[in-house]
């Protein structure tokens, strides 16, 4: 089992975007010396925060680091013409020569679509299309289409990706229609950040059933989003979040057609939290009972004193990376 790290890459409104960026960077690079898999980036338009938009941030650090990958965790396809994503994602694959993870999503903010002028209707059906439009051009296909989103006869893109046939595709989504999906178009499915032990096992076998009843093969990554903080006690641990972890969450129920999870769930019931062995017995409870393979740790939200994270950062890599090497 792996362990990767979420970027909190936004800054308050009063905030230095400057002195966040540093915090990221700093972070990155702490997180590929200590052995971390991957660094995540999410996205959204029109949030409460300055939100560094994520391909453009993804490039900036694959160019400060040299061995992680670059994920984005989730990025919405759908408000993206799929021509025009091929084509970024495709130089974001070679600037960082080879080491980009696409998360993908349909989200779940229907302002985002309004203010794109994107119908909110039919978003599934779009997701759908514009993801096979991606693969076929990355995989160096020639690509026809004529629907209300554009028309084009026989298009190819000549920059291919770094990786053959396009960097690996992980499909975030909540709900059983949403984890039948990702198997049935052959993707990873990004398990999300809710749910304990034994219902994220429960939503890996339901995954895995439909990956065979599609006939696809289940030799693949199995990654799972977590809030992760790490202390010496379980008792310090909560203390440093709580104040950011349930303004995070407040934030959350106020987007309409969100998942209507609270912090206090989050904390005692879906969180990895405790001292390092409390943690890796966390983490291995995951990897045993549902297979789990990467573990995307987010360990800071907005507002919060960034040596709080790279506490966490930092026992993370030196205690619970090496414990679950292998495992």
């Known amino acids: 089992m792996r362990l990767s790290l979420f970027l909190s890459a936004q800054a308050g409104p009063g905030e230095s975007p400057s002195e966040r960026l540093r ?20 996205h959204h338009y029109l949030a409460s925060s300055q939100f560094f938009q994520p391909l453009s941030t993804a490039a900036y650090l694959a160019a400060v680091t040299d061995r992680i990958r670059i994920g984005l965790g989730i990025y ?15 130089t974001l694959d070679v600037l960082s020569e080879g080491r980009l993870t696409t998360g993908f999503g349909v989200g779940y903010r229907r302002v985002e679509y309004q203010a794109l002028g994107i119908p909110w209707a039919g978003r599934y059906q779009r997701f759908e299309e514009y993801l096979a439009v991606v693969r076929a051009l990355w995989r160096g296909e020639t690509v026809s289409y004529d629907r209300e989103w554009g028309e084009t006869d026989r ?15 992980w499909i975030g989504a909540f709900g059983a229609k949403g984890i039948e999906r990702a198997a049935r178009l052959d993707a990873s ?11 994220v096992a429960e939503r890996f076998r339901t995954y895995r059933t439909a990956l065979r009843r599609w006939g696809h093969s ?13 202390a010496a006690s379980r008792e310090i641990a909560i203390e440093a979040i709580w104040p950011h972890l349930a303004r995070q969450y407040r934030g959350y129920r106020s987007w309409d057609s969100a998942e209507q999870l609270t912090a206090k769930d989050a904390l005692v019931n879906h969180a990895v939290i405790g001292n390092p062995e409390q943690v890796i017995a ?17 360990v800071e939200w907005m507002g919060m004193d960034p040596a709080i994270a790279e506490r966490s950062i930092r026992l993370l890599g030196a205690e619970v990376v090496p414990a679950l090497a292998g495992t």
């Open 23 to 42: 915090v990221i960077t700093h972070q990155a690079q702490l997180a590929e010396s200590l052995g971390f898999e991957t660094i995540f980036l999410g």
């Open 76 to 90: 919405l396809l759908t408000l993206h013409h799929p021509l025009t994503l091929a084509e970024e994602l495709a």
């Open 155 to 169: 298009a190819k893109v000549h920059l291919r990706p770094a990786q053959d046939g396009g960097p690996p595709i």
């Open 189 to 199: 499915w990004f398990g999300t950040p809710d749910g304990a032990v034994s219902v």
């Open 218 to 230: 289940p030799d693949r990554s199995y990654p799972l989003a977590r809030e992760v903080a790490v």
């Open 282 to 298: 966390r983490c291995r409870a995951f990897g045993e009972e549902a297979g789990v393979t990467e573990i995307m740790c987010r």
